[in-house]
């Protein structure tokens, strides 16, 4: 089932798949696209704001005209065959392929053509009855909205509505597909021309496939897929940024008109110097992303004979992604001194696979079959960096800033992967699985260097027993087809952990270099040279631990199957438990080192949950069918080890936290929530002095002065509901 919709603008998709399953890396699954692995990273705050733009992950790349099927695999016991990449769980993406035509129909030609308007969901209530000012009093020179009451026919406006629009947005796309015994072919090119819901926030996407495939023997087959996007993204200002167009329209007072946004002398209009006018930062604050990526993959199915299969496969993946940041020198952001940011990104990876697969039938009631295989990834990575202030309003090029600076890194790394699983069919109704998966990685350093180990190992059972077909059951036929048990266990690796370099004590550059000329002037710290770092000024005393190991993952799961008149009625329910321990953490490390962390394997915690599933069949005869699916999950977390510290920060800001605490699940809001007598109720000022924003106010509310636990972001459950029809 392929669910089709239009990408979002700015927006990517963040997918976990059974809770977290660490603190520092990412918990996203692997994405495998026709058998290749493909990068789905987001290059993060690299402008060193809280929340400047929303970058999109790299999957989001997919056009989704040419998927054909999308699979999941749950749980740790997906690592046998893709190993520690695969600890958050795999979606296999199969896109589509030609088929063979008639004689008297060579080609299938197919144009599809989407249109949807956008509008943004919900709003806020703002207040309108008071304007700029507070305590009553109005004033320029403040920056709330507790002014004096607004003198009755002041024109006043819903800040809220204001810097938005209706986005209008299609996608054209055409395929070509076909075939003979021999060859079949499929051609798709996609063009989506997306708006967002505000200003300057749009998306130009060319998309282009080429899915070939060839019978060259009667045992011999080879299938290539190859994929050209070419992306430009506009993006808009957004998050806790002073340039940001929510932060400044929502504290911009009702009496404010923001539609005018520069004043005669042709300076920024807004009603406080440090928040931008939300309209014009839509119109002088500019981000541009431009991608040109490439997906490739090469397969071939040779069977030497009829109980063995032998595949190989190539990946290629690569992309090249430019940001452009032009900040106007009125911008608020930049302190009224404007700034250009260029940053460059090349990604390349590669991927190897080779499996063998054996299938015998010793006798009518048991058959055998047997894969081994091997994998190898390679994965290089480098990026450029070159930043200007001090610009000018009408040159926005990087020449047009008083100081320059750039940086530059690179990084790369191997993984190999030997793997093994047998399966067993007893009496046509008992499965046995038994996998063990050899992972090694150069992220672990030189082989024998520490105690850590280049190389780890990853077992996997599974147990599926069908009772359909006992004769204790038989009776029931019709009225409960099916009754299936199954149980698993496995265990994987980080896939995002540790990272490149983590096992050395490397050196960095520190001043200010001048990409420009021929010599390199000291930063203002008065120091120029070389500092022990991995690359990143916050961490500059990084300690490299050579003892380090994978965080690793251990899930049981336990499932039941039924089945109900003729399988109309489909039940799922499954029960999992997963451990995660060796988490990787940055650790404070003595300053007699000369180092200020370490990353060690140092936090533990735990994921459990339900997920049940119902399928029901109201309607199906030969030409139309209908079927109905609804699905609910629960999943439990909590954060049992730190390393001996109570509290490790992941995200935040002024004011509150997104936190890992021992005893919590893992992402608790973390700060300053309100006083509460003996019954609990939220504790109020009685007047006789300022509150927490400075107001002298009966009944606001008292703040407690102490951080504590004041919100859980993790959903309590999940819900969907989906309905297929088929004529």
């Known amino acids: 089932q392929t669910s089709v919709t239009l990408p979002s603008v700015s927006a990517g998709s963040y997918v976990t798949i059974r809770g977290r399953h660490t603190i520092s890396g990412s918990s996203e699954p692997l994405y495998v696209v026709d058998g290749t692995i493909i990068d789905n990273s987001t290059v993060g705050d690299v402008w060193g704001q809280n929340g400047s733009v929303q970058l999109g992950n790299r999957a989001v790349d997919l056009g989704a005209e040419n998927i054909e099927s ?20 795999v979606i296999l993406i199969t896109t589509k392929h030609g088929n063979v035509m008639s004689a008297d129909k060579p080609a299938a030609v197919t144009y599809s053509s989407s249109w949807q308007s956008d509008v943004r969901a919900g709003t806020y209530s703002l207040q309108t009855k008071y304007g700029q000012g507070k305590s009553d009093v109005t004033t320029t020179s403040s920056n709330l909205s507790y002014g004096g009451l607004i003198p009755a026919g002041t024109p006043t406006y819903n800040q809220a509505d204001v810097p938005f629009r ?52 009667d045992n011999l087959s080879i299938q290539s897929n190859s994929n050209y ?19 400044g329209a929502l504290r911009t007072p009702a009496t404010f008109d923001n539609t005018v946004t520069t004043k005669a002398d042709g300076t920024q209009n807004h009603y406080w110097s440090t928040y931008d006018n939300p309209v014009w930062t839509q119109q002088h604050n500019t981000f541009n992303t431009l991608e040109n990526r490439f997906l490739h993959n090469t397969s071939a199915k040779w069977t030497p004979a009829d109980w063995l299969v032998v595949n190989s496969r190539l990946g290629y993946d690569r992309y090249a992604m430019t940001y452009n940041e032009v900040l106007d020198p009125q911008s608020a952001t930049t302190g009224k001194q404007g700034r250009i940011t260029h940053l460059l990104t090349n990604v390349t990876n590669v991927n190897y696979d080779f499996s063998a697969t054996g299938s015998w039938k010793p006798s009518d009631d048991a058959s055998l079959k047997l894969v081994i295989g091997s994998q190898t990834l ?22 047009s800033g008083a100081n320059r600076t750039a940086s530059s890194s690179t990084g790369a790394s191997k993984t190999v992967g030997y793997f093994a699983q047998g399966t067993a069919t007893l009496f046509g109704r008992l499965d046995l699985t038994a996998a063990i998966r050899r992972d090694g990685s150069s992220v672990f350093g030189a082989v024998n260097q520490g105690s850590g180990r280049q190389y780890h190992y990853y077992p996997k059972f599974g147990l599926t027993y069908d009772m359909s077909n006992e004769t204790f059951l038989q009776n029931l036929k019709g009225t409960l087809d099916k009754v299936q048990l199954h149980a698993s266990y496995g265990q994987a690796g980080s896939p995002s952990l540790p990272s490149a370099y983590a096992t050395n004590s490397l050196y960095s550059t520190f001043g200010m270099p001048d990409p420009w000329g021929r010599t390199t002037s000291a930063g203002r710290s008065g120091f120029l040279g070389l500092r022990q770092a991995p690359g990143s000024d916050q961490d500059l005393y990084l300690y490299g631990n050579p003892d ?14 039924l089945g109900f008149w003729d399988n109309r009625i489909a039940l799922q329910a499954t029960f999992y438990h997963s451990n995660v321990s060796d988490m990787i953490l940055n650790v404070p490390t003595a300053g007699s080192t000369g180092f200020d962390i370490v990353q060690k394997n140092s936090g533990s915690m735990w994921n459990e949950g339900f997920e049940y599933s ?9 030409t139309f069918s209908w079927s109905t699916t609804a699905n609910y999950a629960r999943n439990y977390n909590l954060v049992t080890n730190l390393g001996g510290v109570p509290m490790v920060t992941m995200f935040g800001f002024t004011g509150i936290e997104n936190v890992a605490m021992v005893g919590h699940p893992i992402g608790v809001f973390y700060g300053l929530g309100y006083m509460r007598d003996k019954n609990g109720k939220i504790m109020t000022t009685d007047g006789s002095g300022p509150d927490y924003v400075g107001l002298t106010l009966k009944g606001a509310p008292v703040i407690d002065p102490n ?21």
């Open 378 to 399: 390679w994965g290089n990575s480098s990026s450029e960096r070159e930043e200007a202030d001090n610009t000018t309003p009408f040159f926005s090029q990087l020449s």
């Open 229 to 247: 996007i070419d992306r430009n993204n506009a993006l808009p200002q957004e998050g806790s940024n002073t340039s940001g167009i929510l932060l």
């Open 166 to 217: 209706t986005g209008m947005s299609n996608i054209q796309s055409i395929t070509v597909s076909g075939g003979i015994p021999e060859l079949t072919y499929l051609l798709n090119g996609t063009f989506s021309n997306l708006e967002g819901i505000v200003s300057n926030s749009n998306l130009v996407d060319r998309n282009i496939r080429l899915n070939l495939g060839a019978n060259i023997l």
């Open 614 to 622: 119902l399928t029901v069949l109201p309607f199906r005869n030969e």
């Open 707 to 727: 951080p504590k636990v004041i919100g859980d972001p993790n959903a309590h459950y999940t819900i969907s509901w989906g309905n297929d029809f088929t004529y």
């Open 70 to 89: 999308i699979q999941i695999l749950k749980g740790a016991s997906a690592a046998a065959i893709y190993g520690s990449l695969a600890a958050n769980g």
């Open 548 to 561: 380090i190991r994978p965080e690793i993952t251990t899930e049981r799961e336990l499932g039941l199957d």
